[in-house]
């Protein structure tokens, strides 16, 4: 494997991001729920890649987030077509959209904390944790949780309290020893951490929410390395039987899968090098073999950004995970990534640990 | 939205800024949709009116949450058949096989049913399984309505079926260890013949750490002896440790036999095996065996 590889494209991919900036095509529809999520993969991006936005993109940017926080102060909703006017609780703040928020006016350097109501946030993200310890996505138009209850919402919640230095005896902190044994009890018998089966992503997002919450330590891990180190994928003469099956692709060389006999996509990259990051194990990573498989394989040279898989447009949940990725490979030309809230290092340096 | 008369409702209009970010193109339907459900709403109108249009929303974005618990919020006001609503979200399922919210719905409508036999649930689990059969929502959901109905008797005999098809889904693999830990709490379990069982599936697939980190995972949840294994794992990597191979090998069973070396204190033997995953047979993972072997030393 000496094949050489490719350089980062940086002119392309801000190009790339500073198109998702302006306009999406109608099926982007799909994901008008969660629109601020694609914001801030697009923004925290073009941050990686040294872009400096205008004060005029500044203004611009953050004045339309802030058009997304609902009236009650309790977070932000995903998209100006589901504001309602009056208002009540069908128009919820969102985990996903609230954290997509905070991301985007920290990178942006907007003092957010002066303007938000911390309490009424936290207040919020309380009130959707479960009986479990883990969260659902929004509070019901009765005020009771409602949606899908994962790690990943566990994660949302986290990097909220985080970001917003939630002080730990607040009388809105949510119960931080119940998300931890929910987020414990989720590992799996090979190691990773899932609902069911282990997954790279709900992986990262079980332990950066117990980084954030200074609750990894005092856990043995090594399981869980185990299971993530074996996540990149390598083919060679010893298994080339693998290759017979449906689901392996010798172009996968070096690329992550998020569950166990299943293709390479971009963002477990992400997931796993942010993973083994956080378990201070980023060293069992084959850095050059990993480059190789996001910057030859799934690099858009023509239109810029990263898809999932090599036979996928790319989008800008995948192009931003394929940058954070290369960034925690310490790849050069990119700036250095905060893994747990995966936002650029130098936005969060404001918050204190 | 042909069915009804909506005419007596202003749709919410869609306010951007002067300078909006991230724009949808979206199509005037959607607009119009979004628009009216945003009025009904803001109104908190449970009609048939309402019914028909969350389905026409869900068709356009099926991941905004408040149109699901709107419309369920709906087929309770109005007494809804419940039967028909879960043969309405098959269809709305199969369209949307990536989906969260789905089963998220079919979550509460079984609740709301008070289900106490999965039977109604399996053609669709079967079908949506046969698309995709390492789809992680329709295999959380299997796991939640059997455990919802405490019926667990359907799924070693499903599970025996998907890795008869694919040995190496390890979605399968992970649900047989959940249908095995349940099903050894209500009744008698036979460790032997599973273990029997995944013996004859790891040769079928030497390379397959799906079936090798379940037969590790089954020992240690009922505590055996890891060791046992030992001449299993040598009809896998026999003679491995003083000639070298080359072509196909088992690279699970290799990482296995170095376990049971350290665990019967070999160290010097368990080390040999890591220096070759480490230089040979799984060089992509080196600082990683060179590390197990530092470990080893030290204990
Ligand atoms: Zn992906």
Redesign the interface.
Known sequence: MSEEISPLNTARHIKYFKM???????R????????LL??YC?VCALSLLGYEFTAEEKK??S???Y?HYVPTGEGFR?S?????????R???G?LANTYSALCILITLGDEYRKKLDSEAIMKYIKSTQIENGSFL??L??DGKP???GDLRQCYLAASIRKLLQYPANGVNDFDVDKMQQYIISSR???GGLG?????AGLTFCGLAALKLTNRIDGTNWDTTI?WL??R?I?Y???????LQ?D?CDDTDQ?GHNG????YADTCYSFWCAGSLSLLNAS??I?RQ?ACRYLLNVTQNQIIGGFSKTDADDPDPYHAYLGLAALSLLKFEGLKELDTMLVIPKDASSVLSS | MDQFDYSDITPLPLVEPNNPVTTILYSDEYKNIFGHLAALLAAKEYSERAYALTNAAIEQNAAHYTVWQYRFKIVVALGKDLEKELDWLEEIALDNVKNYQIWNYRQLLIKKLELKSMKRELPLLETMLDEDSKNYHVWGYRKWVVSYCGDYSNELAFVNKLIKADVYNNSAWSHRYFAVVNLSQISDFDFDSEVQYVKENINLAPNNYSSWNYLIGIHEYFKKDLTDLEDFVNTHTEDMLDTEVEGVISKPGLELLVKILTLKGEKEKAAKGLDLLASKYDTIRVNYWNYQKSLLSKA
């Open positions: 998702c900036l302006t306009a999406l095509p109608s982007a529809q799909k994901q008008d729920s969660n629109k694609l914001i697009s611009d940017i004045a339309f987030i058009l995903g100006l077509t589901h504001k309602l006017q009056p208002w009540n069908y128009d919820p969102t996505s929004i019901d138009i409602f949606g899908d799996a018998y090979d609902t069911q089966e282990s997954h185990d180190a074996h990149q390598f060679d003469q010893y298994n080339s039987d693998l099956y689901y070096g569950r166990a006999n299943k060293q069992f084959d073999l």
